[in-house]
């Protein structure tokens, strides 16, 4: 707790030294907010209610002032964070899709599960079919099918597309939530959402209570590199906007040169999005998400680049970055178009990243019965147990089968893998320096 401290108060120093011409309204604004204190100290000894009326403004009010980049002050938190997550896939990817939804639950969070239309319907019905059988699931309703499949194709727009369709889906239907993940069927966490008594490594959502609400986690570099000859210039087409039977992308002669009405931006296609972005990219009040997304639909690999490029030339977004995408991956050096496939092997590699997610797997691989043994305690066919689950694990019954206060976190004593990561990638060195250059 004391290191969550410490890069409070750097975050604090960045924020209120980052941009010198704000500082003319600081000293106003502080004489301000002392005067509202005291008026408000006044109206606590005067009002009937008296100290309740006082802890309910308080409590509203340290939360955020504005919509910039605010640490949270750890003595007042805010109730904890919800996490709206894709997980989406393709065909044979229905049993993968449906045991890393299990590996993620929480009463708390929402998901959305897409196979795309290569995957057959009766594969997609399956799917369907687990979700509504599933009385935990039906007890929260927050777990939905994308029953309208869409065509993805590798390395086209469409991945983009799928990904805004679901974000969409979670702005309409799914409530409040705080940050947004998008995953695939061959993802797999490596920590829990939330603890669970004594055996469980530090949470997610237990981690995440500490961070103010607009970071966006996304790794991203305008070094683009090799990518400017081989993505940038090229200009393809990707038949899945317009074709009903997945095809490759194709690629047209002519060539084009680099924009300069915004500066492109690459990086890793899997990232954790606040809500505040996904909002702007979904209604794009200043047109830059919807010419940024038209640029993109005939770019080669778009799901590497169009986020990264809309965070980045959006002033209102670019210094709530945070250069990471929380991911696990083994690439060769340099990297291939895909990584490698995780094994046993790399069990150690994975528990030291201190990533709380890694890629790709194997369906079925045996790793993920370790990860599910060793870092979730997560048993064959269940959710992850969290501080929620108040039932027996005796012979192996599911101790999710009774259910208490969904709100409370129970984060164990185990490793502070996901501390020390969230600490580091927040440090002086890390943090302001590595956004968006």
Known sequence: MKRLKNYYM???????????????????????????????????????????????????????????????PISTLPPPPRIAYLISGSVGDGNATKRTVLSLYHPQNYYILHLDLEASPQERLDLRDFVRGSELFQRFRNVKVISK???????????????LHAAAILLRECGDWDWFI????????????????????RDLLHMFSY?????????????IGWKDHQRAR?????????????QDVFWITQRRSRPTAFKLFTGSAWMVLSRSFIDYTIWGWDNLPRTVLMYYSNFISSPE????????????FRNTT??????????????????????VDDMQRMVDSNAPFARKFHR??????????????????????????????????????????????????????????ISSLLSNESFRPRQCI
């Open 10 to 72: 750097h975050l604090r120093h960045h924020h209120h030294h980052h941009h010198n011409s704000e500082r003319k309204w600081v000293y106003p604004l502080a004489i301000g907010s002392m005067l509202s204190i005291f008026l408000l100290f006044l109206a606590t000894l005067t009002s009937p209610a008296g100290s309740p009326f006082y802890r309910s403004v308080t409590t509203t009010y340290s939360v955020f002032v504005e919509s910039k980049l605010h640490p949270l």
């Open 182 to 201: 998008n995953l695939s069927a061959s993802d797999y966490p490596l920590v829990t959402q939330d603890g669970w008594f004594l055996i469980s490594e």
């Open 322 to 343: 945070v250069n990471s995408d929380l991911h696990f991956i083994s690439w060769d050096n340099p990297p291939k178009q895909h990584p490698h496939y995780l094994t």
């Open 234 to 246: 090229p200009i393809i087409v990707d038949p899945g906007l317009y074709m009903s039977k997945k």
């Open 211 to 223: 961070l103010p609400r607009d970071l966006n986690f996304i790794d991203h570099t305008s070094d």
């Open 305 to 316: 680049g169009y986020f990264h490029t809309v965070i980045c030339n959006a002033q209102e």
């Open 364 to 421: 079925e691989d045996p790793v993920l019965d370790r990860i599910d043994a060793e870092l979730l305690s997560r048993g064959p066919g269940m959710a992850v147990p969290g501080g929620w689950c108040i039932g027996s694990r005796e012979n192996g019954t599911d101790p999710c089968s009774e259910i208490g206060d969904t709100a409370v976190l129970r984060p164990g004593p185990g490793s502070k893998r996901l501390e020390i990561l």
């Open 149 to 163: 499949a869409n065509l993805v194709t590798y390395r086209g727009p469409t991945m983009v597309a799928n990904t």
